[in-house]
């Protein structure tokens, strides 16, 4: 690999999602050594702006232009790659950063392939992952698939207890993990006062899943905008039908609101999560990291309980956070009190410490860019001998071979696809998207009668 140069610092980002390449990006921005938290007229304030190379892995969530605009982080260049095509670039161009913005296998996949290409030499990136949001599932599954990161990023001081018990528990090595926050909170805070003008519904693309639920949140919705004619109701969505978002979608909630008679004061709305939250007064939601936000500007927030609080539904993850609530009392008026205890363990500075929470973590990756000798070799916690029946089937969905080496099948990297190849890229995506949306529910009911 090329050698190290000083300045400007040189970050890449891979993410196979809208949602992860928001977080990606970033944090990135947030991690650089002289990024948003420096004080003006220290020496790393001086230093010369980061260079961010974005990197998207394809497959079926890989984001549209239009996506990527409504996220609104810019990069200096923006690929389209599989994992060995981006490993190959990681072979030919030279990085002091690397922000894996992927799910746990696709950072392993990579992890195993910078590895193999490293090896003998001590040049190689600083290497970054972690979560975009709440984690409430597959907490030791995805951890150990990050495990060998240079630093694996923890939301919140409880998650990183979380995350170091999970790797002290199998005997690994826990130095990575590092207490930050989400990246992409801020904006102004909410004035306050008793007045709700604008109630926002932020709508989760798996969360529920079934057809039943997601239409009697979408019914109860629209019974709350008639019921306060003299507020805004919002559904705020994700992605547009045929879209697809870090989840897939089977039941976009604008095809069921096409079946219902909605008042003129409810409306659908896209863009920016931060802009929506400007301008809202309360923001209602099953369990997204929306409310995260929602609760750093300090906007009432509330946690449906309609469903029930279950682990499926990723709402337990807010007990004890004091904003659990049902339509009924949202309706009567209720608007949650949240626990400044459970605020404060959830990585949400509303008191104003948002600025220091990547102090920390820009510590480290300066310790690790100035380590005498370069970095250490990648140590994954998974290799071919500890867990020789499941890494080379996670390593194979990336064409990788059980040693990092691409397979014989893997995708050429040398050359730009052609506009047939593209046509074809794209017709696959379309089918991909239209079975998943249309075909696969018809398949799910015939399958209940």
């Not at 690929?79 to 030279?94: D, G, I, K, P, Q």
């Not at 590895?115 to 040049?123: A, L, P």
């Not at 693309?205 to 919705?221: C, Q």
């Not at 190849?421 to 089918?431: P, S, T």
């Amino acid at each position: 690999m090329p050698p190290r140069t000083s300045n400007p610092l040189r970050i890449a980002v891979l993410a196979d999602s809208d949602t992860r390449w928001k977080w990606g990006a970033a944090t990135a921005a947030r991690i650089a050594p002289g990024g948003p938290a420096i004080e003006a007229g220290s020496p790393d304030a001086a230093q010369a702006a980061p260079v961010l190379d974005g990197f998207l892995l394809r497959g079926r969530a890989t984001p549209t232009p239009r996506q990527l605009a409504e996220v609104g982080v810019r990069a200096d260049s923006l690929h389209e790659v599989t994992a060995v095509e981006f490993l190959r670039a990681m072979a030919r161009e030279r990085y002091d950063v690397l922000v894996l913005a992927l799910v746990g296998g696709g950072v392993q996949a990579v992890l195993h392939g910078l590895k193999r290409i490293t090896e003998g030499t001590s040049e190689r990136p600083v290497v970054v992952t972690g979560y975009v949001g709440v984690v409430y599932e597959k907490l030791a599954d995805g951890l150990l698939l990050r495990h060998g990161a240079d630093l694996v990023l923890a939301n919140s001081r409880q998650d990183a207890e979380r995350f170091r018990a999970v790797y002290e528990g199998v005997g690994a090595d826990a130095s990575s993990v590092t207490e930050v926050a989400l990246p992409f909170l801020g904006g102004a805070a909410h004035p306050g006062g008793p007045d709700t003008r604008t109630v926002v519904f932020a709508a989760q693309p798996s969360v529920p899943e079934n057809r039943r639920d997601r239409t009697y949140l979408l019914e109860r919705l629209i019974r709350h905008a008639r019921l306060h004619p003299d507020r805004e109701v919002l559904l705020k969505l994700r992605s547009r039908p045929g879209e697809h978002t870090t989840h897939i979608e089977e039941l976009p909630y604008q095809k069921l609101a096409q079946k219902l008679d909605a008042p003129s004061n409810f409306r659908l709305v896209y863009g920016n999560m931060g802009e929506v939250l400007d301008r809202t007064d309360l923001l209602v939601t099953v369990s997204s990291t929306a409310a995260l936000e929602s609760l750093h500007r300090r906007v009432p927030t509330a946690i449906l309980t309609d469903l029930g609080i279950r682990e499926a539904l990723g709402n337990h993850h807010f007990v004890g956070s004091g904003c659990l609530a049902s339509w009924d009392q949202l309706d009567a008026g209720h608007r949650p009190t949240p626990d400044e205890d459970w605020v404060a363990r959830q990585g949400v500075a509303a008191d104003g410490g948002y600025d220091r929470a990547y102090d920390t973590a820009r510590a480290r990756i300066t310790d690790l860019l100035a380590r005498p000798g370069g970095l250490p070799p990648l140590t994954p916690y998974y290799t071919p001998a500890t867990a020789p029946g499941y890494l080379p089937g996670i390593l194979a969905r990336h064409h990788l071979a059980a040693d990092g080496s691409p397979l014989p099948n893997a995708p050429a990297g040398d050359r730009a696809p052609g506009p047939v190849r593209q046509i074809v890229r794209r017709a696959a995506r379309g089918a991909y998207r239209h079975g998943v949306q249309r075909v696969a529910p018809v398949i799910r009911r015939m399958g209940e009668l």
